[in-house]
C-alpha cells in the first residue's frame, strides 16, 4: 500500500485544482463552521475551561491539524470524548491541569506517529470502543444537567453516582433556564433534516435561545465575553504549569493521547469509507501531535479528528483540506465580529446542544446489532466497559478496556483447531495413489490457528492419548505463525514420539513457519526427510517406511511429482 508523505498528499490533493472545486471547498467549509460554531462553544465549557477556548481549540485545530493531517477529509477539533475526561482534570487540577494533559498527549501521540505505530491504536475490539463511547455519552449528558436545569448540585466521583444524587432530589429547577434548554432539544429533534444540511439545528436552536433570553430578559447564566483573539488572557506559559501535579497528570495525559488517536482513526475510517481515500495514519497523528502541542499556549483544549464535523464536510461537497482551513477561518470571523453577541449565548443552550449530541453519539446501529443476534462476549465487553466508563475514573476505564482489548484478542486468536483423523484409503486411491495397506498405523492431524503461547495447552491435549500411532502427520497448511512456546510444544511432541520409536512428519508447511523452524534448529532435530509439502505425499513416506522398502524405492516416492497436493483435508 502506498504511503505518501505530507508534500506527496498535498501535490495529489491540488493536481488539477479549479476555480470550481474551490467554490465547493467554500460551501463546504462554510457548512462545517455552522456546525462546529455550536459545538466548540459547548465543548469548551464541558471541558472545565471556557467556551472561547472551545473556540479557540476549533480554530487552530482546523488550520494547523488540518493543514498537516493524513487525508483532505478530517476536520479537528473540541471533542465530547475529550471533555468527558478534561473535566475530571479540571475539577481536581484547575484549568492549567487541562492545558498540560494536553500538551503531554500532544507529545505522546506524535511519538506514535513519529514511530509508525498508527496500526497498533487500532487493535480495539468494536464493542469496547461503543462501551466507552456510550459511557462517554452518559458522562457528557449527566454533566449537562446542572446547566440545564439551572442549579448547582454537590459534586461526586462518578457520573453514576451524581445521577444517583439527582434521583435523590432536594433541589429546585430553575424554570426559565430548563425552558430554554427544553427549546433547544425540541428544535434540534424536530429541525427538518432537509434544512440541516445548509443550517444545523443546534445553530438554530442557539440563537433562538440566545434571542428569547434577551428579550424575556429573564435571569438565566449565559457564556460571558468572548475575547477578540485566539490568544486568551488564560493559557499555558512557565508561569502557569501545575508542576506539583504533574505525576497526577501522567496517566490522564495517556488517556487523552488513545482517545486522540483512537477518535482521529476511527474518523479517518469513517472518512475513507465515504470518499475512497486512504487515511495515512502516522500522518495524521504526526498532525494531531503537533496540534495538540501548540494548543494549550493559545489556551485551548485538547483536539482530535470529529466524525460529525468531517462527515458533513464530505457530504457537503468538500474536496480538499482547505475546507478544515476555510471552516476554522470562518470561526475566527465569527470570534472576531460576533464576539458581543456570542457573550448572551445561555449556558442551558449549550446544555441543551450536548444532551441531544450525548444521546446521538451513541453507536446504536452497532448497540442494536449486537444485542439483537447475541453476541455474548460482545455484549459483556459492552457492559463492562460501559459500567467501568460511568462508575469509575475515566483513567482506570481506559486500563479496563485495553485489558479486555488484549483479552479478547488472546482469546480469539489462541483458537487453535487440532482435528486428528485416519487415513481415507479408498478416496487415496480413487485419486490414483497406490496405498498398499490400510494404514490404520498413520494419523493425520490437520491444524487450524496460531500456534503460540496461549494456544499450547490445546495442542497438548490433543496429542495426550494417541498411542495406537506408528507415525503422527501434522497438516500445518492453516498455521500462520508459530512462537517460541509453540516450537518448544513441537519439540516436546517429537521427543514423546521418538522415545516410544514413533514418527513425526510435517506437512504444508507456512514459509514464515519454516524459517522459525529452521532457526531454533527443529528442522534438523526432526529430520528434513520428514518435512513434506502435503499431507498426502507424507502418508505415502509414511507407508513405505512401514512396509520396510528398499531405500531406493522410497526415494523414488520422496522425489515423485505426480502427486498432487489434496484440494480438501483426507
Not at 37 to 53: D, E, H, K, N, R
Not at 92 to 109: N, Q, S
Not at 288 to 301: A, D, R, S, T, Y
Amino acid at each position: 500500500m502506498q504511503r505518501l508523505s505530507l508534500s506527496g498528499l498535498w501535490r495529489r490533493e491540488f493536481s488539477g485544482y479549479s476555480a470550481g472545486k474551490f467554490r465547493q471547498d467554500l460551501l463546504a467549509g462554510l457548512t462545517v463552521a455552522a456546525v462546529a460554531l455550536p459545538l466548540a462553544l459547548a465543548f469548551g465549557v464541558a471541558s472545565g475551561a471556557t467556551a472561547a477556548a472551545g473556540l479557540v481549540t476549533a480554530i487552530l485545530a482546523g488550520l494547523i491539524i488540518g493543514a498537516l493531517s493524513g487525508a483532505p477529509y478530517q476536520i479537528s477539533g473540541p471533542t465530547g470524548a475529550m471533555s468527558a475526561v478534561l473535566i475530571i482534570i479540571a475539577q481536581r487540577v484547575g484549568v492549567e491541569g487541562v492545558w498540560m494533559t494536553g500538551l503531554i498527549a500532544g507529545a505522546i501521540i506524535l511519538v506514535i506517529g513519529l514511530l509508525r505505530m498508527g496500526r497498533f491504536v487500532a487493535f480495539i475490539p468494536s464493542s469496547v470502543i461503543t462501551g466507552f463511547t456510550s459511557g462517554i455519552a452518559f458522562i457528557i449528558f449527566v454533566g449537562q444537567i446542572d446547566n440545564f436545569l439551572g442549579v448547582e448540585t454537590a459534586g461526586a466521583e462518578s457520573a453514576g453516582l451524581k445521577l444517583f444524587g439527582y434521583l435523590q432530589g432536594g433541589f429546585t429547577p430553575a424554570w426559565p433556564t430548563l425552558l430554554i434548554g427544553l427549546l433547544v432539544v425540541g428544535i434540534m429533534i424536530f429541525w427538518p433534516a432537509r434544512f440541516n444540511r445548509a443550517v444545523p439545528g443546534s445553530l438554530v436552536g442557539i440563537v433562538v435561545a440566545t434571542v428569547v433570553a434577551v428579550v424575556t430578559q429573564w435571569p438565566v447564566a449565559s457564556i460571558g465575553a468572548i475575547p477578540r483573539t485566539i490568544l486568551l488572557d488564560q493559557r499555558l506559559t512557565f508561569a502557569t504549569i501545575p508542576w506539583e501535579h504533574l505525576n497526577e497528570l501522567i496517566v490522564p495525559a495517556l488517556s487523552v493521547a488513545a482517545l486522540g488517536a483512537v477518535e482521529s482513526l476511527l474518523c479517518g475510517a469513517v472518512g475513507s469509507k465515504m470518499t475512497g481515500i486512504r487515511l495515512q495514519a502516522n500522518q495524521e497523528l504526526v498532525a494531531q501531535g503537533i496540534g495538540n502541542l501548540i494548543i494549550p499556549f493559545f489556551g485551548g483544549v485538547p483536539a482530535t479528528a470529529a466524525i460529525a464535523r468531517s462527515s458533513v464536510g464530505i457530504k457537503s461537497g468538500g474536496q480538499t483540506r482547505l475546507v478544515s482551513i476555510i471552516h476554522a477561518l470562518a470561526l475566527l470571523a465569527a470570534a472576531l465580529l460576533l464576539a458581543p453577541v456570542i457573550a448572551l449565548t445561555p449556558l442551558t443552550a449549550l446544555a441543551g446542544v450536548l444532551t441531544v449530541t450525548a444521546v446521538r453519539m451513541n453507536e446504536w446501529d452497532a448497540i442494536g446489532f449486537m444485542f439483537s443476534h447475541r453476541f455474548k462476549t460482545g455484549i459483556v465487553t459492552f457492559l463492562i466497559t460501559f459500567l467501568a466508563t460511568i462508575t469509575l475514573d475515566l483513567t482506570q476505564a481506559i486500563i479496563i478496556g485495553g485489558i479486555l482489548s488484549a483479552g479478547i484478542f488472546i482469546n480469539q486468536v489462541a483458537n487453535l483447531e487440532v482435528e486428528i483423523r485416519t487415513v481415507d484409503v479408498e478416496r487415496m486411491r480413487a485419486r490414483g495413489m497406490a496405498l498398499k495397506t490400510d494404514c490404520q498405523y498413520i494419523r493425520v492431524a490437520f491444524l487450524t490457528g496460531p500456534l503460540f503461547f496461549a494456544a499450547t495447552n490445546t495442542f497438548n491435549e490433543a496429542f495426550a492419548h494417541e498411542e495406537d500411532v506408528d507415525t503422527l502427520v501434522l497438516s500445518m497448511r492453516a498455521v500462520p505463525l508459530i512462537d517460541l512456546s509453540g516450537i518448544e510444544a513441537l519439540h516436546t511432541l517429537h521427543d514423546t514420539l521418538a522415545a516410544q520409536g514413533k514418527t513425526l512428519m510435517l506437512a504444508a508447511m507456512h514459509p514464515k513457519v519454516m524459517r522459525m523452524l529452521e532457526r531454533a534448529g527443529l528442522d534438523a532435530i526432526i529430520g528434513k526427510d520428514n518435512f513434506f509439502w502435503s499431507a498426502d505425499r507424507a502418508i505415502l513416506i509414511a507407508e513405505a517406511r512401514h512396509q520396510h522398502l528398499k531405500p531406493q524405492i522410497v526415494d523414488e516416492i520422496e522425489s515423485s511429482q505426480v502427486v498432487e497436493p489434496l484440494a480438501m483435508p483426507i
